[in-house]
């Protein structure tokens, strides 16, 4: 199995204390002083938390992503002058749960103005099984199928493959790819900056409202375009996608639990061969971060297309567009395509 590299936390505390060595942790200001003239210095731990911050702060902020393009955020590792200039932040915007190295540089950082999206919405357990998340209308149906393969898979998976699910006992992070999970977010990313630069909570408040609006109308899409379709499953290789199969009334079925790269077995791939003719699944999807290795031997096993559907984790060039919400509409076109939508 292709494990993922994870930074022990004594390696992280070192680097920590390298990075405050090397870059004094300045005043954690709530006014927005920081070095970029008057703008509130931010940091974003990934795309999904920089995309916020950018839209909902505007021109009053000067944001920072620790994961830079075209990195696979699970594997990140942090630089300690990444390390000194989160202590330098006005504000810091992080997922707990996504990123390890992240989560113990941010609790020593001692920035007063940091906030864990995943305490702004509800976080649900999607890995009891290891397709990830079986949810929707026919969800209950494979719950037998997995077996002892899924059971153990899931136990392989859980343990240090990069995606550590936060401390509520599996808890799902994948929050940004449910529209409205990822709005009730934005909302409370809104009050935070509001109360982090009171100067400029209005033209925060404006923001927020306009992103939610926008965030709104992607769900709206969604129910509609996903509301009549030929089947309800779809197979990734990244089992990223439970909030957004239990919104919109889907089934994910993950080939290889929540480790993008890992190998599934024998057993699993002729379980998603059986899975795919039951359900009359077309297409095995794969992700722009991470090789699409394992999507095109099991397509090539099952008979089954190949095809893009992205975690949104990171923006490259070869993104199926050039925000979240572009990328988003991406994902929909191709979900309706390979459910079948009318």
């Not at 070192?14 to 005043?27: E, I, K, R």
């Not at 970029?36 to 702060?57: C, H, W």
């Not at 990140?76 to 330098?88: A, D, F, H, M, V």
């Not at 990244?238 to 009334?249: D, I, K, M, Q």
Request: hydrophobic share 35%; net charge negative; glycine share 10%.
């Amino acid at each position: 199995m292709n494990v993922r590299r994870l930074i022990p936390t004594t390696a992280v505390a070192g680097a920590v204390a390298l990075g405050l060595t090397a870059l004094s942790a300045c005043s954690t200001s709530d006014a927005a002083d920081g070095g970029n003239g008057d703008k509130l210095k931010v940091t974003a731990s990934f795309y999904p938390m920089q995309f916020l911050t950018e839209r909902i702060g505007g021109e009053h902020v000067a944001v920072t992503s620790l994961t830079k393009p075209g990195v696979e955020p699970h594997d990140l590792e942090l630089t300690p002058r990444q390390i000194g200039s989160i202590s330098e932040s006005d504000y810091v915007l992080y997922l707990k749960g996504i990123q390890p190295a992240v989560d113990d540089a941010i609790k020593q950082s001692g920035v007063k103005n940091t906030v864990d999206a995943a305490t702004l919405t509800t976080l649900e357990n999607h890995g009891s099984e290891v397709s990830g998340h079986d949810h929707g209308h026919e969800g209950d149906e494979h719950a037998d199928e997995h077996g002892h393969e899924g059971e153990e898979a899931h136990e392989e998976h859980s343990e240090g493959d990069g995606h550590n699910h936060g401390e509520e006992g599996g808890a799902d992070p994948h929050i940004w790819l449910d529209p409205v999970k990822y709005a009730e977010v934005a909302k409370g990313v809104g009050k935070s900056l509001e109360k982090a630069d009171p100067d400029h909570a209005a033209d925060y408040k404006k923001n927020t409202d306009a992103l939610v609006a926008e965030l709104g109308e992607l769900n709206t899409a969604y129910e509609t375009g996903l509301k009549n379709t030929s089947t309800k499953t779809f197979i990734t290789t990244h089992s990223a996608f439970g909030y957004l199969a239990e919104r919109y009334g889907l089934t994910q079925q993950g080939i290889a639990g929540i480790d993008p790269e890992a190998e599934p077995s024998p057993a699993r791939i002729q379980e998603i061969h059986t899975i795919a003719e039951k359900e009359k699944a077309t297409t095995v999807f794969f992700e722009t971060l991470a090789s699409d290795k394992t999507a095109q031997t099991l397509a090539k096993d099952t008979g089954l297309k190949t095809g893009v559907l992205d975690p949104l984790e990171g923006i490259t060039k070869k993104s199926q567009g050039a925000d979240y919400i572009e990328v988003m509409e991406s994902n929909l076109a191709a979900l309706q395509k390979a459910l079948g939508a009318k």
